[in-house]
Antibody, heavy 120, light 107 residues
Framework: EVQLLESGGGLVQPGGSLRLSCVASGFTFSSYGMSWVRQAPGKGLEWVSAISGSGDSTYYGDSVKGRFTISRDNSKNTLYVQMNSLRDEDTAVYYC?????????????WGQGTLVSVSS | EIVMTQSPATLSVSPGERATLSCRASQSVSSNLAWYQQKPGQAPRLLIYGAYTRATGIPARFSGSGSGTEFTLTISSLQSEDFAVYYCQQYNNWPRTFGQGTKVEIK
């Protein structure tokens, strides 16, 4: 069974940094792309970032470009996102999701999410 | 950026009735369109990809259609567990974008 478990969320002040992790199990991690998708409280879904299975290719949404960095450690079956210069509007539940491949990236499955709150 | 517009925002349906949800793209996304279901407090679940292919384990009462800019998710006979929010998502262009969601509620 494919499982994705996010961690690292919490309360951070505006301008601060946070690193989220997503540990994967139940599949050959390095063979699949991965993505981060977020959902602000009471709002819809927003794609944040994607990375290829090898980690060679990365993609970002405009709202996080230059502030967030996606990466992966295939030896640890772990996906990361380093979030810098955090803003109030980054407050959201952050989900990691497995994709078949970048280019055929529908999200399946999703982790349970980790909440990031940006507030002073 | 491709804007995905879903309609209606809220759909009130009685159990056993048919529900038809629409998703429109601001430009063609070919058949690179997925649908998700989200229940309160849960992560989204993939229903449909490639505009019409049901994901593993998804009941046959869920069907997708369309291509280009116009897409439809149909739930043929609503069950109690189907009342939820539904999102469409395009993966044809960067950035990937979602519709704002359609809430299917009990009439």
């Amino acid at each position: 069974e494919v499982q994705l478990l996010e961690s690292g969320g919490g309360l951070v002040q505006p301008g601060g940094s946070l690193r989220l992790s997503c540990v994967a199990s139940g599949f050959t991690f390095s063979s699949y792309g991965m993505s981060w998708v977020r959902q602000a409280p009471g709002k819809g879904l927003e794609w944040v970032s994607a990375i290829s299975g090898s980690g060679d290719s990365t993609y970002y949404g405009d709202s996080v470009k230059g502030r967030f960095t996606i990466s992966r450690d295939n030896s640890k079956n772990t996906l990361y996102v380093q979030m810098n210069s955090l803003r109030d509007e980054d407050t959201a539940v952050y989900y990691c999701a497995k994709v078949k491949t970048v280019g055929a990236d529908w999200f399946d499955p999703w982790g349970q999410g980790t909440l990031v709150s940006v507030s002073s | 950026e491709i804007v995905m517009t879903q309609s209606p925002a809220t759909l009130s349906v009685s159990p056993g009735e048919r529900a038809t949800l629409s998703c429109r793209a601001s430009q063609s996304v070919s058949s690179n369109l997925a649908w998700y279901q989200q229940k309160p407090g849960q992560a989204p679940r993939l229903l449909i990809y490639g505009a019409y292919t049901r994901a593993t384990g998804i009941p046959a009462r869920f069907s997708g259609s369309g291509s280009g800019t116009e897409f439809t998710l149909t739930i043929s006979s609503l069950q109690s567990e189907d009342f939820a929010v539904y999102y469409c998502q395009q993966y044809n262009n960067w950035p990937r974008t979602f519709g704002q969601g359609t809430k299917v509620e009990i009439k």
